[in-house]
């Protein structure tokens, strides 16, 4: 400060005298500026060390401050009451309602309320947790409001975009909503429990205000989790005594049915110890009522003679060659007695059209031929049997079938089908002459 005093002395001296010869206005020279600049980085310096020693002077009294700061926050905390009537005023005092429409804090005074916020996007963590319990979330949220109506509701805090997003939410929902137009309150709610547009929660505060969780999605969940389940178990135990009581009342059937069964049982015993009792000449009779009765000689051989005729007309039909089959499909517009022999064939066959088509075309051994060789009478339906006795009453004699089938082109292979179907016929009448 000396040194500082002294150059600014001697700097006003020499520009005193020069200034009183020359009317005032003094010359300036290298020295003045250099003594100059000296005295401003001085001064400079001085009042950058008065600072730096306020700043460390301050920093003392700075670290025992925050030293007491850390060791009792919980000191400057929020007092409860505060915080409380902040939840509250947050929540503001008008609601929407798809039921009520508009309406005021009356409907949440007294109640506790399930926070619950919409989100963009996917549900995340939540809807995993959802998924893996089998309950929706909103589903959850109706179920506990359902259940706990006087003292329970919900006030859903939209993240939708627009007015028609926010609509359709609510057509979904019927508990209350922050109106769409309340951006603010919306705003300030998530802010308050530190939720962005993408998060999906549900946050429980007491009748008070207090905040009871902000995990109440996951609560929630659990609770309407554990409500179905147990609903299911109470459904199964009472199925179990309806199971129980009908098992008993079978119990008692069977008991009774057991007792009158016991007469039958002695008297069935007897029996059986009666005829192990008998010799084999005794069980004579029996066999002789048993045996099925002989056919009369003229049936029986009736019956093996169309039984011969039916195997002769099938061997018959498996000689035809592929160039017989074709020829008998070869005929554009077939006769009437080509026609005939078709419908009664394919009535037989139970194969439709009554045509040669699908049968003839192709190797013989997938033909016809083989088709009526390798076919079974007792497969004869209804339908077929009708029609092969219609056919043999209306072309069964010689001159009036086997003629007209020549004179339409038929050929071998038609002469064999027809002998086929009129032996199948002939069969067919005298197994049920036998029957009866």
């Avoid at 409380?84 to 309602?97: C, M, P, R």
């Avoid at 308050?192 to 429980?204: I, K, N, Q, R, Y």
């Avoid at 009129?422 to 029957?435: D, F, G, P, T, Y």
Wanted: net charge neutral.
């Amino acid at each position: 400060a000396g040194c500082v005093a002294a150059a600014g002395a001697a700097a006003a001296a020499s520009a005193a005298a020069p200034a009183a010869a020359e009317g005032g206005v003094p010359p300036l020279d290298l020295d003045d500026v250099a003594a100059w600049l000296v005295i401003n980085a001085m001064r400079t310096e001085a009042t950058q060390y008065d600072q730096l020693c306020a700043q460390n002077l301050a920093n003392v009294w700075r670290k025992n401050a925050w030293a007491k700061l850390t060791a009792g926050h919980g000191h400057f905390r929020v007092g409860q009451d505060a915080a409380q009537k902040f939840v509250v005023d947050s929540l503001g005092h008008a609601f929407i309602s798809a039921k009520l429409g508009n309406t005021g804090r009356g409907a949440i005074d007294g109640k506790v309320l399930a926070l619950f916020f919409g989100h963009r996007g996917t549900g995340g963590a939540i809807d995993e947790f959802a998924a893996a319990v089998g309950v929706a979330l909103p589903g959850a949220v109706r179920a506990a409001r359902e259940r706990f109506e006087a003292t329970f509701e919900a006030v859903f805090v939209t993240a939708a975009e627009n007015q028609s997003s926010f609509s359709q939410e609510m057509s979904e929902m019927p508990w209350l909503a922050v109106p769409f137009a309340h951006h603010a309150r919306r705003k300030l709610l998530r802010g308050t429990f530190g939720l962005g547009p993408e998060s999906h929660a549900v946050v429980l505060v007491d009748e008070e205000g207090q905040t009871i969780t902000r995990d109440g999605a996951r609560l929630m969940l659990l609770a309407a989790a554990w409500e179905a389940a147990d609903k299911h178990h109470e459904a199964r135990i009472k199925d179990g005594n309806h199971d129980m009581e009908v098992r008993d009342l079978e119990k008692k059937a069977l008991s009774r049915e057991r007792r009158k069964l016991q007469p039958l049982n002695r008297r069935l015993a007897r029996a059986r110890a009666a005829v192990a009792g008998l010799d084999a000449s005794a069980w004579t009779p029996v066999a002789a009522c048993c045996r099925p009765p002989e056919l009369p000689p003229a049936v029986r051989k009736a019956l093996d003679g169309a039984k011969g005729a039916y195997v002769k007309a099938g061997d018959r039909c498996r000689l035809l060659s592929a160039r017989d089959l074709e020829a008998l499909a070869a005929p554009q517009a077939p006769g009437p007695a080509h026609r005939a022999l078709a419908e009664a064939v394919c009535s037989a066959l139970a194969h439709r059209p009554a045509d040669w088509g699908g049968f003839s075309r192709g190797p013989a051994a997938s033909g016809l031929g083989a088709r009526l060789h390798r076919f079974d009478p007792a497969a004869l339906q209804g339908a077929g049997a009708r029609a092969l006795v219609k056919y043999a009453k209306a072309h069964g004699d010689e001159a009036g079938g086997g003629e007209a089938l020549m004179e339409e082109g038929g050929g071998p292979a038609a002469a064999a089908a027809r002998a086929w179907a009129l032996a199948l016929a002939a069969l067919q009448e005298a197994s049920a002459e036998a029957e009866a």
